[in-house]
């Protein structure tokens, strides 16, 4: 799948933060599997896509994401959400994700899942840009492209996604950039007491 991703990230580094107003339907439901359009990972997605804000609907989304890392089906998508709705983190499931691990772990990214990643991070959404810079900065299942991951990860993290501004501050204290690295980390903290709120 390497080959694929300089294609499309050929076109996604020259976007700017509009991304999404460049799509009429984002993401483009036809090339994904029954399996995965009928799995409780985009059912849980599809409630979380009726709010106002990336958090919204979080509390009737929770369900379809627990039972989607509880069935391991679009486990890493489930885990993702899961992570990004839940008040509180489940460190013994994440320690289960390929993407959050870095490596691949018997769950493993399919086909879809990937593809669902490179589609949503150009469609503006805070949690695949993070997955996409996640993976861009560490060289999985993607070539090591420093500056592309803190790209997208900058794009979900000025969304307020806490993990991505946690790995954000990390990545920027890496190349000696201290003084910005510390206000992402600060950012995340508040961040994070807020995303509980919006929760409720």
């Known amino acids: ?41 985009f059912l849980g997605w599809q409630q979380l896509e009726k709010g106002k804000h990336p958090r919204q609907y979080c509390e009737h989304a929770l369900p379809y994401f627990e039972a989607g890392v509880k069935n391991e089906t679009v486990f890493e998508l489930s885990t993702l959400y899961l992570d990004f709705c839940s008040n509180e983190l489940t460190p013994s499931r994440l ?38 810079g996640s993976m861009l900065y560490n060289g999985f299942i993607t070539d090591k492209d420093t500056e592309k991951g803190i790209y997208f990860l900058t794009l979900s993290a ?8 946690r790995l954000l501050a990390d990545a920027l204290d890496a190349i000696g950039e201290s003084e910005i690295a510390m206000h992402w980390r600060e950012k995340a903290t508040k961040d994070n007491v807020r995303a509980s709120d919006l929760t409720d």
């Open 1 to 41: 799948m390497k080959w694929l991703l300089p294609v499309v990230l050929f076109s996604a580094v020259g976007c700017t933060e509009d991304v999404k107003n460049e799509y009429t339907q984002c993401p483009t439901l036809q090339n994904y599997s029954d399996a995965f359009l009928n799995s409780d990972f």
């Open 95 to 132: 320690d289960e994700s390929s993407i959050y691990t870095n490596q691949r772990m018997p769950t493993g990214v399919d086909y879809d899942e990937f593809k669902w990643v490179l589609d949503l991070a150009l469609c503006h959404s805070p949690v695949e840009q993070y997955a996409l």
């Open 158 to 165: 000025k969304q307020g996604h806490f993990q991505a501004q």
